[in-house]
């Protein structure tokens, strides 16, 4: 496998402060409650950088899903491995995950989640690649648009591997 880098570190830390500072503007307020879902395990790295950068008081929770099995392929059937039990109804929610590819994942959750009435519902991701989009979803905040590439590090995987790489970028195979 070779690897063709598509955002360093540097440029990565950038795009999550910038991110961090403008969901601290939206999320000023004495009426507002911030609960961020981090989506496991592809986000954590993102959420735990990016919560850092929230520079307002912020809840973390964590759901499980899976939908890609081992491939580099979803399977399109989202499954919520381990979801919330707490009451989420005086909460504005951030869900954030680390890719917005077909959508499916990010539409099941957003669905699942709206159903439990928190006070507002938005989405976070790093990584929005719109030409794979399957379903009506649009992120509200999200750092680079990428083409349709297979990546990985920075959290995401590639065969349970590089999710530790401090960059990401484009597997290709030999």
Known sequence: MKENILYNKEMIEEKVKELGATISSDYQGEDKNLLVISLLRGSFIFTADLVRHITVPVRIEFMETSSYGHGKESTGKVEIVS????????????????????????????????????????????????????????????????????????????????????????????
Not at 132 to 148: C, N, S
């Open 83 to 174: 979801g919330l039990t707490m009451d989420i109804s005086d909460y504005d929610v951030l869900i954030v995950d680390d890719i917005l590819d077909s959508g499916n994942t990010m539409k099941t959750v957003y669905d699942s989640l709206k159903e439990r009435n928190p006070k507002s519902l938005k989405t976070c991701t790093l990584l929005d690649k719109p030409s794979r989009r399957q379903v009506e979803i649009e992120v509200d905040y999200k750092g680079f648009v990428i083409e349709d590439r297979f990546i990985a590090g920075y959290g995401l995987n590639y065969g349970h591997h590089y999710r530790n790489t401090p960059y990401i970028f484009e597997v290709i195979e030999d």
